[in-house]
């Protein structure tokens, strides 16, 4: 009977190779593979992420449609904050600019300081519906059981396609207290 008896170097090798893969495969999910998402997030719109700052530039409405505009509030996992809309939709003319208002309240026993990142669907709204105004665009700061009033001013474009008649806007509320203290080193 012959046995095979392999030689150290060999696996040396195999190991060498399988770590160089696995190297390759992470530089490739963090340097190719995020920009790659967000490139084709950006052109299609899927994600319903919006954009920053819009400036509106005509005075126009279009009272002869009304769209509804809904809120929505979620809070990432671990955010201990209450965090919601005060009105739960309203009705808008297309360029008419319109502010709401939401609630945040920190429950916790600690200073703390959240980011609300926005979403809207459906997707095809995105580039339509437009924040002249936002407590999203910075973080916002409050002390343990400190209550503060948001507003968002918005927009919805001219433009906006006849099969969209209703517009959901949703925020999920992070916790960046360690983020922003890192900011601030």
Same mark, same amino acid.
């Given at each position: 009977?012959?046995?095979?008896?392999?030689?150290?170097?060999?696996?040396?090798?195999?190991?060498?190779?399988?770590? $160089?893969?696995?190297? $390759?495969?992470?530089?490739?999910?963090?340097?190719?593979?995020?920009?790659?998402?967000?490139?084709?997030?950006?052109?299609?719109?899927?994600?319903?992420?919006?954009?920053?700052?819009?400036?509106?530039?005509? @005075? @126009?409405? +279009?009272?002869?449609?009304?769209?509804?505009?809904?809120?929505?509030?979620? *809070?990432?996992?671990?955010?201990?904050? +209450?965090?919601?809309?005060?009105?739960?939709?309203?009705?808008?003319?297309?360029?008419?600019?319109?502010?709401?208002?939401?609630?945040?309240?920190?429950?916790?026993?600690? *200073?703390?300081?959240? @980011?609300?990142?926005?979403?809207?669907?459906?997707?095809?709204?995105?580039?339509?519906?437009?924040?002249?105004?936002?407590?999203?665009?910075? @973080?916002?700061?409050?002390?343990?059981?400190?209550?503060?009033?948001?507003?968002?001013?918005?927009?919805?474009?001219?433009?906006?396609?006849?099969?969209? +008649?209703?517009?959901?806007?949703?925020?999920?509320?992070? +916790?960046?207290?360690?983020?922003?203290? *890192?900011?601030?080193?």
């Amino acid at each position: 009977m012959e046995t095979t008896t392999s030689k150290p170097e060999n696996h040396t090798r195999v190991v060498v190779i399988l770590l $160089g893969v696995v190297v $390759g495969m992470i530089l490739f999910l963090f340097v190719g593979l995020v920009p790659m998402y967000n490139l084709l997030c950006n052109l299609t719109g899927i994600t319903g992420r919006t954009g920053g700052p819009y400036t509106q530039t005509s @005075q @126009q409405v +279009d009272a002869q449609r009304v769209i509804k505009v809904q809120f929505l509030s979620h *809070n990432n996992e671990g955010m201990l904050w +209450d965090f919601f809309p005060e009105t739960v939709s309203v009705t808008v003319h297309p360029g008419e600019p319109v502010t709401v208002f939401f609630k945040a309240r920190n429950n916790s026993g600690k *200073n703390m300081v959240g @980011q609300a990142v926005p979403s809207v669907s459906p997707f095809e709204a995105t580039n339509y519906f437009h924040k002249t105004e936002c407590f999203c665009f910075n @973080q916002q700061p409050l002390e343990a059981g400190e209550e503060k009033e948001m507003g968002v001013r918005f927009l919805v474009d001219l433009d906006t396609p006849d099969f969209i +008649d209703t517009i959901t806007l949703s925020y999920t509320m992070f +916790d960046v207290t360690q983020m922003a203290a *890192n900011e601030g080193t």
